[in-house]
């Protein structure tokens, strides 16, 4: 959620199959496209980080471990199942069958995730009503839009907030490569090991200039051989000449 800045509602829509990764020219999944929405009037697209992307896979194939048939039909985030299937009574809770998680119960799960980490603590206002520092699942797309702001156009982050940008969009109609090349660029400040991805890329970029001062020197050594190569045979072609002077007689010998 706060890779792509999509509402808690946007669960009851999401399927596997609305999750497409997108790899560079080596392979690598460097993101994924997300549809958001699916079906419905207001679908519109968001992109996920790689990180999200690998912990969204990681979760789907742990759930094909335990016997669920996963397909692009499947729900992204569905109903706790009994480690062992049983062949009696109720299906439900059956790895085999899963069920939906709503975006209701997933709302909880983040509630019950923020206490149970001591982050959130209760704050009352003067009407005695229980109020908190932050929103629990809309504080994960207000990230989103105040880390992607930093780096990303501000109507492209609308875009990918699915917003209405209203007359901007008469003129000013980004392609979906271009909306995802300016998201690319916010990856290190979306990702949750952010530093991590901020340091790799510096270590990238020093490997990289390193191998180019390596070609350079290379590049340099190899011209000054050519050079004393071309001076030595200029230096034995010489020699041979004042021999052959002396030789013939019209240069004498000084030794």
């Not at 492209?156 to 699915?162: D, K, L, P």
């Not at 008469?170 to 990856?187: H, N, Q």
Request: aromatic share 10%; net charge positive.
């Amino acid at each position: 959620m706060i890779s792509s800045g999509i509402r808690l509602g946007a669960w009851d829509y999401l399927k596997w199959k609305h999750v497409v990764p997108i790899s560079d020219d080596m392979g690598e999944v460097i993101c994924a496209k997300l549809i958001v929405y699916a079906g419905d009037i207001e679908e519109y697209y968001s992109f996920i980080t790689a990180e999200a992307y690998h912990s969204v896979k990681e979760w789907m194939d742990f759930r094909a471990s335990y016997g669920e048939k996963i397909t692009g039909e499947s729900w992204v985030m569905r109903d706790i199942w009994q480690t062992t299937n049983v062949k009696y009574g109720a299906k439900w809770g059956l790895a085999t069958v899963p069920k939906k998680l709503n975006s209701s119960a997933i709302k909880r799960m983040i509630e019950r995730g923020l206490w149970e980490q001591g982050i959130r603590t209760e704050v009352q206002s003067k009407k005695e009503q229980k109020r908190y520092d932050f929103k629990a699942a809309h504080g994960f797309r207000k990230f989103y839009k105040s880390r992607a702001e930093q780096i990303m156009r501000p109507i492209n982050v609308e875009i990918t907030m699915g917003h209405n940008i209203g007359l901007s969009e008469s003129y000013y109609r980004p392609t979906e490569r271009e909306v995802r090349d300016d998201y690319l660029k916010a990856l290190p400040l979306l990702s949750i090991n952010g530093t991590n991805l901020v340091l790799q890329k510096e270590v990238e970029k020093l490997t990289e200039k390193t191998r180019d001062s390596e070609d350079i020197i290379k590049g340099k050594l190899e011209e000054k051989d050519k050079q004393i190569e071309t001076l030595i045979k200029k230096q034995e072609q010489f020699e041979q000449l004042i021999q052959s002077l002396i030789d013939s007689g019209q240069l004498k010998s000084v030794t």
